[in-house]
C-alpha cells in the first residue's frame, strides 16, 4: 500500500509556461513533506520542503502548496526552464520521526524548448 | 563541499556472486539510508540507521540482504547470493542529527546481476 503517490509518471510543458507536479498521501500522520528532484546518473537533491502548519512555500520559481484536507501537495515551476527537465519525487515523513521519509514513485518533468 | 560517496558506482556481475556497496555519509550525520529505486518502485527504503544502529530494515529481504555500520564513517550493503531482480540502482542518503527530515543523496551504485 503505497501511502505517497505520483499519479502522473511523466509531463511534458513548454519553455517559460508552468509545471505543475502532484502528488497524494494516505498517512493522516504526515506533518512534512519534501520535493527531490534527479537527474540521470545523479543521486536525488533536496528542492522545497513545507511544515503541515502552513499551506504554502516558496522559493524563487519553486513553490509548493499544501492542502491537508484533501491529503495533497503540488509542486508549481514558474517558469519551467529546460534545465527542470528531471524526475521529481515527492516525499513525507511524520515528525521526530528521525528523518524516515516515505517516498512516491517519482514525475519525468520534460521541459521543451 | 560535503557529500555523500558511494563505491562502485557501477558493478556488473553473475547470478549467485556476493555484492558489497559502501557509502560514506557526510560528516557529523547521524542517520544512513539506503535505497533502492527500480522503474516500478520508485524508492524503496531497504534499511535505516542512527547512531550506526538498525532502526528499520523491513523493506530489506532478509534472506539475502544485509546492512551494516561497522563504524561512523562505513556503511555497507550486502546482497549474497545475488539474484537478476536485485538489478536496480541503489542509493544511500546521510541525515544530520533530527532538526531536519532533509535527507542527502549519494550518486548510487548501478547493479546488474547477470
Known amino acids: 500500500d503505497q501511502q505517497v503517490k505520483q499519479n502522473s509518471p511523466s509531463l511534458s510543458v513548454q519553455e517559460g509556461r508552468i509545471s505543475i507536479l502532484n502528488c497524494d498521501y494516505t498517512?493522516?500522520?504526515?506533518?512534512?513533506f519534501l520535493w527531490y528532484k534527479k537527474y540521470p546518473a545523479e543521486g536525488p537533491t533536496f528542492l522545497i520542503s513545507i511544515s503541515s502548519i502552513k499551506d504554502k512555500n516558496e522559493d524563487g520559481r519553486f513553490t509548493v502548496f499544501l492542502n491537508k484536507s484533501a491529503k495533497h501537495l503540488s509542486l508549481h515551476i514558474v517558469p519551467s526552464q529546460p534545465g527542470d527537465s528531471a524526475v521529481y519525487f515527492c516525499a513525507a515523513s511524520v515528525n521526530n520521526a528521525g528523518n524516515m521519509l516515505t517516498f512516491g514513485g517519482g514525475t519525468r518533468l520534460m521541459v521543451k524548448p | 563541499d560535503a557529500r555523500v560517496t558511494q563505491t562502485p558506482r557501477h558493478k556488473v556481475t553473475e547470478m549467485g556472486q556476493e555484492v558489497t556497496m559502501r557509502c560514506q555519509p557526510i560528516?557529523?550525520?547521524?542517520?544512513v539510508f539506503w535505497y533502492r529505486q527500480t522503474m516500478m518502485q520508485g524508492l524503496e527504503l531497504l534499511a535505516y540507521f542512527r547512531n550506526r544502529a538498525p532502526l528499520d530494515d523491513s523493506g530489506m529481504p532478509k534472506d539475502r540482504f544485509s546492512a551494516e555500520m561497522p563504524d561512523a564513517t562505513l556503511a555497507t550493503l550486502k546482497i549474497q547470493p545475488s539474484e537478476p531482480r536485485d538489478s536496480a540502482v541503489y542509493f544511500c542518503?546521510?541525515?544530520?542529527?533530527?532538526?531536519?527530515?532533509?535527507?542527502?543523496f549519494g550518486p548510487g551504485t548501478r547493479l546488474t546481476v547477470l
Open positions: 498517512n493522516s500522520m504526515f506533518d512534512y
Open positions: 560528516l557529523g550525520h547521524n542517520t
Open positions: 542518503a546521510s541525515g544530520p542529527p533530527a532538526s531536519t527530515d532533509t535527507q542527502y
